[in-house]
């Protein structure tokens, strides 16, 4: 266990709907990163909030949008949700903002399904 | 995109075999790192290497990096069953947060 703890497990939703995913960071982690993981695919990064501020993001549009809480807890925001959108959404932890020598500690994921 | 593939994409071996996956990438890294998948839960990370080391040991595995080659290799020895997962290879690019993941490799591990 990472204590990264995300929730719902799983959500089912239909297009044109708004969804909200939360994650808790691991204890002393002030970074959190969101990616999006497509069956049989690997993650994709989505974005990741450093201190309460967005401090990179991917190849998603708009739509996708976050929070960092003071306490360091986030939210993964969908709006108008695609079929595409389908997916495993993993949150991660880290104890920096400097991706290039820290590991990442994910949480189980939220299972998210757009009919 | 993916930055990075992993080979092969699958991957079936009796107990106690050995198991090897490759991983390449496309930009400059400062590190590489694997994580462990089981069945669609959260990602587990098993090792870094650092651009300046060529070969990394921990327990039973063993992870090399060429950088000239951009490519990475897992070696797991004396598979378990219980190592049944997917495996990943990740790369931070030099500039940028943006993390990369490959595609992975299904490993499964026939007791």
């Known amino acids: 266990e990472t204590g990264v703890t995300q929730s719902p497990t799983h959500l089912i939703k239909t297009r044109g709907q708004q969804v909200t995913l939360r994650c808790s960071s691991q204890?002393?982690?002030?970074?959190v990163s969101w990616y999006q993981q497509a069956l049989g695919q690997g993650p994709q990064f989505i974005f990741q909030?450093?201190?309460?501020?967005?401090?990179g993001r991917g190849n998603f549009p708009p739509r996708f949008s976050g929070l960092q809480f003071p306490n360091y807890s986030s939210e993964l925001n969908v709006n108008a949700l695609e079929l595409d959108d389908s997916a495993l959404y993993l949150c991660?932890?880290?104890?920096?903002?400097?991706?290039?020598?820290?590991?990442?500690?994910f949480g189980p994921g939220t299972r998210l399904l757009v009919l | 995109s993916q930055q990075g593939e992993e080979d092969p994409q699958a991957l079936s071996i009796q107990e106690g075999e050995n198991a090897t996956m490759n991983c390449s990438y496309k930009?400059?890294?400062?590190?590489l790192q694997w994580y462990r998948q089981n069945s669609g839960r959260g990602l587990v990370h098993l090792i870094l290497?650092?651009?300046?080391?060529r070969e990394k040991h921990s327990g039973r595995l063993r992870v090399t990096l060429d950088t000239s080659k951009k490519s990475s290799s897992l070696l797991i020895t004396a598979s378990r069953a219980a190592d049944t997962a997917s495996y990943f290879c990740?790369?931070?690019?030099?500039?940028?947060?943006?993390?990369?993941f490959g595609t992975g490799t299904s490993l499964t591990v026939i007791p």
């Open positions: 930009t400059s890294i400062n590190n």
């Open positions: 990740a790369t931070p690019p030099k500039s940028g947060n943006q993390f990369y």
């Open positions: 290497i650092r651009s300046n080391e």
């Open positions: 204890s002393g982690h002030n970074t």
């Open positions: 909030y450093y201190r309460e501020e967005e401090n």
């Open positions: 991660a932890s880290s104890p920096t903002g400097d991706l290039y020598q820290e590991t990442q500690y």
